[in-house]
Structure formats: C-alpha cells, structure tokens
C-alpha cells in the first residue's frame, strides 16, 4: 500500500524535526565543550580536566534551559 501525499509530507516533516533535534543537541555538545575548555584554562595546570561527562550533563543543561 503506498503513501499518500499527505503521509509523505507528514513523513518528512517528522525527519526534519529530528534532524533538527539531533543538531540542537550536537550544538549544545560543542557549546559545552567550548565553555568547559576556556574556563579549564583560567584553572592551574594541576587541576585541570575535563571528563566526557562533564560536557554531556553541561550540554543537557543548556537543552533544558533553553527549552524551558
């Protein structure tokens, strides 16, 4: 059974609202990384790092505040 026209266009809204999603989210991932990187440098070379989740919670963060 094929899909309507109206099926396909629903279709291709629903793949362009997750595109879209998906690079909001990667977005908010290089932002984080971006801020954690530059605040790590003004830290002394002993307590330097930056583990992989701390990018992800402080992506998660920015995905939450800028949806509320």
């Known amino acids: 059974m094929a899909l309507t026209e109206e099926q396909l266009n629903q ?3 629903q793949k362009a609202q ?3 999603n998906n690079n909001d ?3 908010a991932v ?3 990384r971006d801020i954690l990187m530059e605040n790590d440098r003004n830290k ?5 790092g930056i583990s992989p989740q701390d990018v992800v919670n402080f992506a998660e963060a920015i995905v939450t505040f800028v949806k509320a």
């Open 11 to 13: 279709l291709d809204f």
């Open 18 to 20: 997750q595109a879209l």
């Open 25 to 27: 989210r990667m977005e």
């Open 30 to 32: 290089r932002i984080a």
């Open 44 to 48: 002394p070379t002993g307590e330097r």
